[in-house]
């Protein structure tokens, strides 16, 4: 079992920024991918960015604004969202690929509400 606890989100203006964090715990042998997705209201879950295999990818609409990056001793993955956009409001969902003691494991963590609004 992998817990995520997420923290960082909240109400910001246009042109603003937020760093997202996003704890793994558990009995984690290895991480194969970590990142995060987001969810607006009425819309699908998308992919905003995930490392995986040493590679980052990001969705096209978050390319140069916003960066993600890992602290493997700490199973900790940070999304510094910079330029903010009305249309990157949405809850930001932390995602986790990791071998366990019981295997290989998806996980997501709860959600934390990202608001872009003057």
């Known amino acids: 079992q992998v817990q995520l606890v997420e923290s960082g989100g909240g109400l910001v203006q246009p042109g603003g920024s937020l760093r997202l964090s996003c704890a793994a715990s558990?009995?984690?042998?290895?991480?194969?991918?970590m990142g995060w997705y987001r969810q607006a209201p009425g819309k699908e879950r998308d992919l905003v960015a995930v490392?995986?295999?040493?590679?980052?990818n990001y969705a096209d609409s978050v390319k140069g604004r916003f960066t993600l990056s890992t602290d493997n001793t700490k199973n900790t993955a940070y999304l510094q969202m910079n330029s903010l956009k009305p249309e990157d409001t949405a809850v930001y969902y932390c995602?986790?690929?990791?071998?366990?003691?019981?295997?290989?494991?998806?996980?997501w963590g709860q959600g934390t509400q990202v608001t872009v609004s003057s």
């Open positions: 558990g009995s984690i042998f290895s991480v194969h991918a």
């Open positions: 490392i995986t295999s040493g590679s980052t």
């Open positions: 995602y986790i690929v990791a071998i366990t003691k019981l295997g290989l494991i998806h996980s």
